[in-house]
C-alpha cells in the first residue's frame, strides 16, 4: 500500500459563486490560520487579524441580505464555509457561528432603521459580535434568567451577569437577553449593546480543557444605559427572539462538529496509511480499517443531516426539529471520530505533537454548547410527542 494524503471534501454547491466560495475559504484557512493554529491554541492567542481579514473577505455576513452588508449566500453554503473554518482551526469556525448568532437578532427582528444603522458595520466592517442569553443560575433553563433591564426615561439600565460568553471581553457588540417584564419567557426583551457602553465589563476568561484560543467569559453589566432604539423587537418577544436565533446558530455548531471529525479523520487517514508495523502499514490490518470506515459514514451522515435542515430553512420550511437533530448526531459524531483518531495513533494521538488530542478536547464543548445534547434530545421528543405534562 502506498501513502495517500486525504482529499478535500467533495462539495455538492448550488452556484458557480458556491464553488468560488468556497476556494477563498480553503485559500484562506491554508495561507492564513492553518500554519498557525495548534502554536496559537496551545498558547491561548485569540487571531482577531483573521476576524478582521474574514470581514473583508465578505465572511462574517454570508447568510444576511447584500443590502445590509451580507453575502446573500443560502445556509446551505454558510454551513460548509463554516465546516472549512472549523476543521482547520475550531475556534475561528466557532468564532464566525457565534458572530452570526449575535447579528441575527437584529437581522431578523430589528427595525428598517435599526438595520441601516448597525448592519453594515456588523456584518462587514470589522466589527465582532457576542450573544447574551445563559447566565450563572439560568443555563438549560434560560427562561430564568435575572439579568434586569429598567426605563429610565428613553433608555433602559441594564443590570446583571451573563456566562459561558464566547467573545467576552473582546466583543464590539453583545446581543444581550434582559428581563424587563414578568417572570419566565414572556419577561424577556432583546437589546444591541455596543462593547464599549459604560458599566459594562468582562471577568478573566474561563479556563477551558479545549478551545483555548477562543475567550469564554463572565459579562458583567452595571448599569448598563442602552438607548430605547437599542431594543430589538417588541418587549416581551425577547426569548422567542433567542430561540429562533439558536434554531439557526445549532445548524452553525452541528457544521463546526463536522469540520473537527472531518480533521481528525484525515489525520487518522494520513497516520494509518504512514505508520508501518509488522512489516506492512497499520491501515492494513482489518480491525483498523473498519474503524475509519466507521468514521467516514459517521461524517457523511452528519453533513448529509445538517444540510437538509438547511435546505429546510432556506425554502421557509419549519426546521427546528431538524436542527436540533443535527445538532445532536454532529456533536456526537465528532466525540466518537475524535477518539477514535486518538486511538488510531496510539501513543502518538495523546501527545500534543499530534492534532488529534486537541480535536478531541475541543469537540467535548460542541455538544455543551447552544444547548447541551441533553436538551436536543427533549426539543426532538416534543416535536414527535408534544410538550411534557406538568
Known amino acids: 500500500m502506498h501513502d495517500r494524503a486525504p482529499q478535500p471534501v467533495e462539495r455538492h454547491l448550488p452556484t458557480d459563486e458556491a464553488r468560488d466560495l468556497i476556494s477563498l475559504v480553503r485559500d484562506i484557512t491554508q495561507r492564513e490560520i492553518a500554519p498557525q493554529a495548534a502554536e496559537e491554541e496551545d498558547a491561548g492567542r485569540f487571531p482577531r487579524e483573521v476576524f478582521t481579514l474574514l470581514s473583508a473577505s465578505g465572511l462574517l455576513g454570508l447568510p444576511y441580505d447584500a443590502e445590509h452588508g451580507g453575502g446573500d449566500q443560502p445556509y446551505e453554503v454558510y454551513l460548509q464555509v463554516l465546516e472549512e473554518l472549523a476543521a482547520t482551526r475550531l475556534t475561528v469556525g466557532l468564532g464566525v457561528s457565534v458572530h452570526t448568532l449575535a447579528s441575527y437578532a437584529l437581522a431578523a427582528h430589528g427595525t428598517k432603521e435599526q438595520r441601516v444603522e448597525h448592519l453594515p458595520a456588523m456584518l462587514?466592517?470589522?466589527?465582532?459580535?457576542?450573544?447574551?442569553?445563559?447566565?450563572?443560575?439560568?443555563?438549560?433553563?434560560?427562561?430564568?434568567?435575572?439579568?434586569?433591564?429598567?426605563?429610565?426615561?428613553?433608555?433602559?439600565?441594564?443590570?446583571?451577569?451573563?456566562?459561558?460568553?464566547?467573545?467576552?471581553?473582546?466583543?464590539?457588540?453583545?446581543?444581550?437577553?434582559?428581563?424587563?417584564?414578568?417572570?419566565?419567557?414572556?419577561?424577556?426583551?432583546?437589546?444591541?449593546?455596543?462593547?464599549?457602553?459604560?458599566?459594562?465589563?468582562?471577568?478573566?476568561p474561563?479556563?477551558?480543557?479545549?478551545?483555548?484560543?477562543?475567550?469564554?467569559?463572565?459579562?458583567?453589566?452595571d448599569g448598563v444605559r442602552v438607548p430605547d432604539a437599542r431594543r430589538i423587537g417588541e418587549p416581551g418577544q425577547g426569548f422567542a427572539i433567542?430561540?429562533?436565533?439558536?434554531?439557526?446558530?445549532?445548524?452553525?455548531?452541528?457544521?463546526?462538529?463536522?469540520?473537527?471529525?472531518?480533521?481528525?479523520?484525515?489525520?487518522?487517514?494520513?497516520?494509518?496509511?504512514?505508520?508501518?508495523?509488522?512489516?506492512?502499514?497499520?491501515?492494513?490490518?482489518?480491525?483498523?480499517?473498519?474503524?475509519?470506515?466507521?468514521?467516514a459514514t459517521q461524517i457523511e451522515a452528519g453533513r448529509a443531516l445538517y444540510l437538509a435542515a438547511a435546505r429546510l430553512r432556506d425554502a421557509g420550511r419549519p426546521f427546528a426539529r431538524q436542527s436540533a437533530m443535527a445538532k445532536l448526531h454532529c456533536t456526537d459524531t465528532a466525540m466518537r471520530v475524535t477518539t477514535d483518531a486518538v486511538q488510531i495513533l496510539g501513543g502518538y494521538g495523546y501527545t500534543a505533537d499530534f492534532p488529534a488530542e486537541r480535536y478531541m478536547r475541543e469537540a467535548k464543548?460542541?455538544?455543551?454548547?447552544?444547548?447541551?445534547?441533553?436538551?436536543?434530545?427533549?426539543?426532538?421528543?416534543?416535536?414527535?410527542?408534544?410538550?411534557?405534562?406538568r
Open 365 to 389: 464543548v460542541l455538544q455543551i454548547v447552544e444547548g447541551t445534547n441533553q436538551i436536543q434530545r427533549m426539543v426532538i421528543a416534543r416535536h414527535l410527542a408534544g410538550p411534557e405534562e
Open 206 to 221: 474561563e479556563k477551558k480543557m479545549g478551545l483555548k484560543g477562543s475567550p469564554t467569559a463572565q459579562v458583567h453589566f
Open 124 to 204: 462587514g466592517g470589522g466589527l465582532l459580535g457576542a450573544y447574551c442569553l445563559s447566565e450563572p443560575s439560568a443555563g438549560s433553563d434560560a427562561a430564568s434568567l435575572r439579568t434586569r433591564a429598567v426605563r429610565d426615561g428613553g433608555d433602559w439600565l441594564i443590570t446583571g451577569t451573563k456566562a459561558w460568553i464566547t467573545h467576552g471581553g473582546i466583543a464590539d457588540f453583545y446581543t444581550v437577553m434582559a428581563r424587563t417584564g414578568e417572570e419566565g419567557p414572556r419577561g424577556i426583551t432583546a437589546f444591541l449593546v455596543p462593547g464599549d457602553a459604560e458599566g459594562l465589563s468582562a471577568a478573566v
Open 242 to 295: 433567542a430561540l429562533s436565533a439558536l434554531d439557526s446558530g445549532r445548524l452553525g455548531i452541528a457544521a463546526c462538529a463536522i469540520g473537527v471529525a472531518q480533521a481528525a479523520l484525515d489525520e487518522a487517514v494520513r497516520y494509518a496509511t504512514e505508520r508501518r508495523q509488522f512489516g506492512r502499514p497499520i491501515a492494513d490490518f482489518q480491525g483498523l480499517r473498519f474503524m475509519l470506515a466507521d468514521m
